[in-house]
């Protein structure tokens, strides 16, 4: 009909957005977070960035106590992520000890403990001075909004053919219902990992089958879903567990037993930590529900 103008065809108005104000719209890279970095320990010496045949993290309880009580493990360093705040200088300063542990001042500022001046992420290294294996242990929550320049800052540093992240599922994440007392893990997969396994279906057969898809419908955050992304981007071999509950002692032991059904998995020995007792994370809900 005349005089109906067709929003598909008709040309577009004239843009009223003056381009000189388009300035207003720019972030000050002065007030930009500070990017995650790896403070690499001074008496290591080697190349960066690290090949290791495997790159484990872990930030579940269950995942953080295997790595924990390794004899065996070789600090190397820390990833860094600072605070977007850092005016108490004095808060931010510290040093890494022979544990892993940050030496003179607390990381987090004394006056306000809300106030984290600084995040440390310990870096270790398995099988000597090979280092074929690296260890990353995330001992504290990381912001969801400073998760992709974590994820990139490691994977940078640590070139890694395979990556693994051990975390813990989040009940405001999972679309169904779970009781507190199963036990049960998810994983998620990049292509990669997935294309490699249709070459080897026989082999894989039986091993990590039975360990089940994470629900359509769920989500992931954070800094797990951050490496999982970009281990996608890179052509990576990428496998993220998420383990529920984290509250029962048996959790490590069921870990490893799912641990040790993935081949590129099997080479690492985590019977020394299961032989300390483990206390679990509470759960204050029966089940969780979405």
């Known amino acids: 009909m005349a005089g109906i103008q067709d929003p598909l065809t008709e040309l577009p108005p004239p843009s009223r957005l003056d381009f000189e104000e388009l300035g207003n719209f720019t972030l000050d890279a002065s007030s930009a ?40 493990k070789r600090l190397l360093g820390s990833v860094v992520l600072p605070a977007e705040d850092q005016s108490d200088e004095g808060s931010s ?21 809300r106030k984290q001046s ?49 975390t813990m599922l989040q009940r405001e994440h999972y679309r169904g219902k779970l009781s507190a007392d199963d036990e049960v893990i998810f994983r998620l997969e990049t292509d990669a990992l997935r294309l490699e396994k249709l070459g080897k279906e026989e082999a894989t057969m039986g091993h990590d089958d039975d360990v089940p898809y994470f629900p359509s419908g769920s989500i992931v955050s954070g800094f797990p879903a951050a490496v999982l992304t970009r281990c996608q981007l890179l052509g990576l071999k990428g496998r993220l567990l998420l383990s529920w509950p984290e509250s029962r002692s048996s ?10 059904r993935f081949p590129d998995i099997q080479c690492l020995d985590f019977s020394s930590s299961l032989q300390v007792p483990f206390k679990g994370k509470s759960v204050s809900d029966l089940e969780i529900y979405m």
């Open 118 to 166: 600084v995040h440390t992420c310990n870096v270790y290294a398995l099988d000597g001075e090979h280092a074929s294996v690296i260890m990353v242990a995330v001992q504290t929550p990381i912001a969801e909004e400073r998760a992709n320049t974590w994820a990139r800052a490691v994977l940078e540093a640590i070139a890694a053919d395979r990556v693994m992240v051990v």
């Open 93 to 113: 300063k510290g040093s890494l000890s022979d544990d892993g542990n940050i030496k003179g001042r607390s990381v987090y500022d004394a006056r306000n403990p």
């Open 251 to 260: 959790a490590p032991s069921l870990l490893v037993t799912i641990l040790n």
């Open 33 to 72: 977070p500070p990017p995650a970095f790896i403070s690499w320990d001074a008496n290591v010496e080697f190349e960066t960035p690290l090949r290791p045949r495997l790159l484990f993290i872990a930030s579940s309880p269950s995942g953080l106590h295997l790595i924990s009580h390794l004899p065996e």
